[in-house]
């Protein structure tokens, strides 16, 4: 009876349930973030390439370690998400399911994506579909990731370093994630990155993509911190293009440190910002000392591009 047991108990843990919500393609970096401060690791966002406005997040959970309250804790956390967007979530589906390999169930969702004229974010797995071998390729394994590149904030900041490619450019990536505007910037020509993230998770997934795309560490340099370790690490020069795709209130403590790393005639790219928010956002770096050279949206989503005034 002790084996059988034992038996049952080993089966109950080989039982999952799955989560599956739509979400706003906007919302998705916000749910990378809280899923991963949660440590709930087993998820995927699943893409339809005809619908451009939502997705389905799919979530594994140990049945067996999740209660009924823990469940319901889950579903408001996501909802939660999505109040500060004006945003109402649908209502969520929990299905239970045997055990199964996830990790091959969620990559059967991911496509090959393409980003402006001239990227191709690929998940590494994939083989390059025939009709984008000329564009530059970007493997990623999303299973570590921050980001995708299918954020609207991640896609401003692509194209316009496509639009304007920063060849022979020292680049400083602020809350790097995924690493992938590092990994964008080398692709068009850039001399070297220097990529920083508070989180130790976003610094080992900048690393192994990094690796996926066969960068040498002097090219793609990765550090755990800020400015702070940028201040430390980046040569006499400077920094020439400041990446920032991070929300607004973590720029505006950033904005005053923008200058002690920029070079002479630098830029700053800030992207992660809501529409509604540049107004205030053009004010506060203009009483720092910047002017803004140009903005884009997308959906509703902007990006900015600065320089000093005196540059």
């Known amino acids: 009876m002790l084996v059988e047991k034992n038996i049952d108990l080993q089966n109950s843990q080989l039982a999952w349930l799955r989560l599956e919500q739509e979400i706003p393609y ?18 995927s966002f699943e893409q339809d390439p005809n619908n451009k406005s939502t997705q389905t997040l799919f979530i594994w959970l140990p049945l067996n370690e999740w209660s009924v309250r823990d469940q319901d804790n889950l579903v408001q956390s996501l909802i939660s998400m999505a109040k500060p967007f004006e945003l109402t979530l649908p209502a969520c589906k929990w299905i239970q399911v045997k055990d199964e390999d996830w990790s091959l169930t969620w990559k059967k969702n991911w496509r090959a994506d393409p980003v402006g004229k001239s990227i191709l974010i690929l998940p590494a797995w994939l083989d390059v579909p025939e009709k984008f071998l000329e564009r530059k390729i970007i493997r990623l394994d999303p299973g570590s990731a921050f980001g995708t590149g299918s954020h609207p904030s991640t896609r401003l900041c692509i194209e316009a370093l496509a639009d304007d490619p920063p060849v022979g450019k020292t680049i400083a990536d602020i809350g ?8 964008a ?12 993230d508070t989180d130790s998770l976003a610094i ?17 340099n990765v550090c755990l911190g800020s400015i702070e370790e940028l201040e430390v690490n980046i040569p006499e020069k400077k920094i020439d293009l400041v990446l920032c795709n991070i929300l607004a209130p973590v720029i505006r403590s950033l904005g005053p440190d923008f200058e002690r790393i920029i070079g002479y005639k630098g830029k700053v790219i800030l992207s992660g910002l809501l ?8 004010e506060f770096f203009f009483s720092l000392g910047w002017q803004v050279l140009e903005i884009r949206t997308m959906d509703q989503w902007a990006l900015m591009i600065l320089t000093l005034k005196s540059s």
Do not use: H
Request: charged share 20%.
């Open 26 to 43: 906007e919302l998705e970096d916000s749910f990378y973030w809280i899923l991963r401060n949660l440590q709930i690791n087993r998820f």
């Open 185 to 196: 910037s080398l692709k068009l020509g850039a001399k070297s990155t220097f990529s920083v």
């Open 275 to 282: 529409v509604d928010q540049i107004k205030e956002l053009q």
């Open 176 to 183: 790097c994630g995924s690493g992938i505007l590092s990994l």
């Open 204 to 220: 080992s997934a900048t690393k192994i993509n990094s690796a996926l795309n066969n960068f040498p560490e002097n090219l793609l």
